[in-house]
């Protein structure tokens, strides 16, 4: 008798509890030090972990490196998934209809992961009642790092992907967090069964950002369960590129073109509009514009003002393009309509 409950925790061990998507695009290497970090966690054997790396149309040798872990690694459940619609959405979604684990797990394909993030996850998950979290994420900055914006951090979470509120493990308060991010999440399987997956017309690959901020604004609103998981860490890297203005102006305007197209560009049809920009926007622009010239001494309130200068922008160019995509649709049904009469 006692070697039969024997074998049968060993058999629940194997049994996929946990399903851990990473989707890539063309990140060979970084995706490398991602999985190496991954494979040395411990306590590995009784979280019953299935590793999916969706190939969102990678040209680089990704398959290749997937193939030689699972090579590496006979013991662990490693699956290659492509998808070739472009997009990371596309590439989540797919892999998570061919998710076997009841809990799924998100990584960004650069991320570093603490040795014992596994387990404390694996603790969390046991111990939690919840139906989605957010672990901590921490940018990594290099040595030549930009010291005034590094110190800033706190105004450039998204463009930095920080998502870091202490060491503690705690509901999760929108009034004090910003929405969860997908480079640590941690989503119960019947969520997307019930809500749906990630917005297509979102996030990298689609021209804008946001696809994890909108499926978290949908949970919130349907009042599910979020943390945050302190516990949890994984490292991002903060690349040196990137610590530049002129990014930072691009990653805002994206995320402002988000904060429109993910309403389709709907607006409330009593809203003024100028050349199809809404009048209240374009005031805040001019607003915003003056702020960021006044505050050129004050570097923190410099990089405040044009982190939401570029927002403002962004969901002005979104709301523009959708007005003249909206007459030239009014237009063509018009010569439609000309037609039909004349014939």
């Known amino acids: 008798m006692e070697r039969f409950l024997r074998e049968q925790v060993y058999k ?3 049994q996929t509890k946990i399903s851990i998507i990473i989707a890539t695009y063309n990140r060979c290497k970084d995706l490398g030090v991602c999985l190496d970090s991954l494979f040395s966690q411990a306590a590995w054997d009784e979280c019953g972990v299935e590793v999916m790396v969706a190939d969102n149309n990678s040209s680089d040798g990704t398959k290749g490196l997937v193939r030689g872990y699972t090579d590496r690694f006979p013991d662990k459940k490693i699956r290659y998934l492509f998808e070739g619609r472009q997009g990371k959405s596309f590439a989540l979604n797919s892999a998570i209809k061919e998710a076997e684990g009841e809990i799924i797990v998100f990584l960004d394909d650069d991320v570093i992961l603490e040795r014992d993030w596994l387990k404390n ?10 139906d989605a979290a957010c672990g901590r994420i921490i940018p ?3 040595p030549d790092s930009v010291k005034w914006l590094e110190d800033n951090v706190d105004l450039l979470r998204g463009p930095f992907v920080c998502y870091d509120y202490g060491p503690d493990i705690k509901p999760y308060d929108g009034r004090q967090m910003i929405p969860v991010m997908g480079a640590n999440l941690i989503v119960k399987r019947y969520l997307f069964d019930e809500l749906g997956g990630f917005n297509t017309k979102l996030g990298p690959g689609a021209g804008t950002f946001g696809d994890d901020t909108e499926i978290s604004i949908r949970w919130e609103k349907n009042h599910k369960r979020i943390y945050y998981v302190g516990t949890a860490i994984v490292w991002h890297p903060a690349v040196r590129e990137r610590m530049t203005l002129k990014y930072i102006a691009n990653w805002n305007m994206a995320y402002g073109k988000y904060t429109v197209v993910k309403d389709n560009g709907k607006l409330d049809p009593s809203v003024v509009r100028v050349a199809g ?3 209240y926007l374009i005031r805040r622009i001019l607003e915003g514009a003056a702020r960021l010239a006044l505050s050129c001494f004050n570097r923190r309130e410099f990089l405040a003002s044009w982190v939401s200068l570029f927002r ?3 969901a002005g160019k ?3 393009r959708y007005y003249l995509a909206g007459n030239a649709g009014n237009q063509i049904k018009s010569r439609d309509a000309e037609c039909h009469k004349k014939n």
Do not use: E, H, V
């Open 12 to 14: 629940m061990s194997k």
């Open 121 to 130: 996850l694996y603790q969390f998950i046991s111990s939690t009642d919840f």
């Open 140 to 142: 990594k900055f290099p």
């Open 277 to 279: 920009i809404p009048r």
């Open 312 to 314: 403002d922008i962004g």
């Open 318 to 320: 979104a709301y523009r």
